[in-house]
Nanobody
């Protein structure tokens, strides 16, 4: 069982930055591949970024490549999403997720085993 709690969301102007954090408890984070997803109002949840158990592999959606960076600190049981050059279209609820099954990076919603409650990000134009 893994409990995930996201934090760091908020309101920011276009071009600004935010760093999201996802704190895990109940299991060692190093046993999980981790991902960040987002869901805008009226849209389906979509993959944003993922990172392997060791942190050696990362993968990004084309829409955020070059602007967002996922990282992890297994000693602190925390995963981060640094978001730079934010755009209004980045506005969404952001969720972190844990996958206990794979060593690499998972990009599908159905591949993940545990989810946090989400944190809201609003980017004003």
């Amino acid at each position: 069982q893994v409990q995930l709690v996201e934090s760091g969301g908020g309101l920011v102007q276009a071009g600004g930055s935010l760093r999201l954090s996802c704190a895990a408890s109940g299991s060692t984070l190093s046993m999980c591949a981790m991902g960040w997803f987002r869901q805008a109002s009226g849209k389906e949840r979509e993959f944003v970024a993922g990172i392997s158990r060791s942190g050696g592999s990362t993968y990004y959606a084309d829409s955020v490549k070059g602007r967002f960076a996922i990282s992890r600190d297994n000693a602190k049981n925390t995963v981060y999403l640094q978001m730079n050059s934010l755009k209004p279209e980045d506005t969404a609820d952001y969720y972190c997720a844990a996958d206990l099954k794979i060593w690499g990076v998972a990009t599908g919603v159905s591949e993940y085993d545990y989810w946090g409650q989400g944190t809201q990000v609003t980017v004003s134009s």
